[in-house]
């Protein structure tokens, strides 16, 4: 293995879920829904593949996928991109992600984002040959309250060699929803540098209480230098499809595809339709995954309280973050481990997402995308750590 890629060993996701199928626990690890997605969404997909859907669509996605994905970023936004030149179809989010980075990073480029961070980041930008300078999210206002970052030290992470700013809202693992102000903040970063901004937006639909997502891409001079990417998994609970999107300036779009060609060329034909379908049809569908979220987001938190945790607010996302000191852990990386055996359940220790492991040190990480008796299943072994 090449020296860059070296200690990024196994996803925490696949240990996880691992060693909740070893241990038979709660697996409320890597996010992944236990119901399926709209019943029609499924049924086109298998429509296409029975009805000859087959063979490899064009490169950057079948014409209605891009037409549908443009549409929906119009009415919801008011973000106009044109389906051939600005929106490009990706193998989920991840290829997207890791496209976008290849395409645009030197070696020895610095790219700005913000920690705790999604694992595929770190992963892309050494990939690239590129440099990664962490931004720490902290816990703001006492219990219950969400992650913020401090303005200057983001802007004392922007230097002379930063080429982009990576931005995830809503935001794994945190739950942050980032507000208008602080996207303020990034944009004006962004036009003052010169910078690219590349956006991970694959949890678009899944805000609460009102959280609004807005894209980074709306705020003045943002839409020009900015790789939008969002997918399908969350948003119609279908993880394992892996269909994802790129939307950003012709220029940025083509470099993306330019890299993305020698990495999957295209995406499965038959899922890109029936999500161009879903998109246009499934608005109340999606609605109502929302509401439920927000419900089961509201047990889960509720009874991890009880159990002894100190649990963050979420405003959008799958997770609940927790301070597991409040019972007596400090920890949470060893916790995780032993957890299976404690109490029978499964988290992912939020320090694995973290360059500054002492900041991340504390923290796990819950997913309540699953099924109420699930979450109160998981709810009642926990109880068992006080
Ligand atoms: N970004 C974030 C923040 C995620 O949580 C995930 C995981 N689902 C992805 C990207 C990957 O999305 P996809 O499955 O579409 O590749
Ligand atoms: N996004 C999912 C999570 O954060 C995991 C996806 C994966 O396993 N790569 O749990």
Redesign the pocket.
Known sequence: LVSRMRGFGTTI?AEMSALAERTGAINLGQ??PDTDGPPALLARAAEGITGGVNQYPPGPGTPELRRAVAAARRERYGLDYDPASEVYV????????AAAILAITEPGDEIVLFEPM?D?YAAAIAMAGGVRRPVTLRPRGGEGGRFAFDPEELRAAVGPRTRAVLV?SP???TGTVLTAAELAVIAQLCREHDLVAVT?E??EYLTYDGAEHVPLATLPGMRERTLA??????TFSV??????WVMGPPELVDAVRTVNQFLTYTANPALQLAVAEALETQEDWIARLATGLAAKRDRLSAGLREAGFRVFGTQG??FVLTDIRPLGFDDGLALAHRLPELCGVVGVPAQVFYDDAEEGRPYLRFAFCKRDEVIDDAVARLARLR
């Open positions: 996701f996010g992944f990706t193998v989920g989010a991840t290829a997207g992600i999604y595929s995830n935001h794994n693992p991970d694959v949890y990417i969002s997918s399908t998994g969350k993880t394992g499809w892996k269909t994802g996302t799958y």
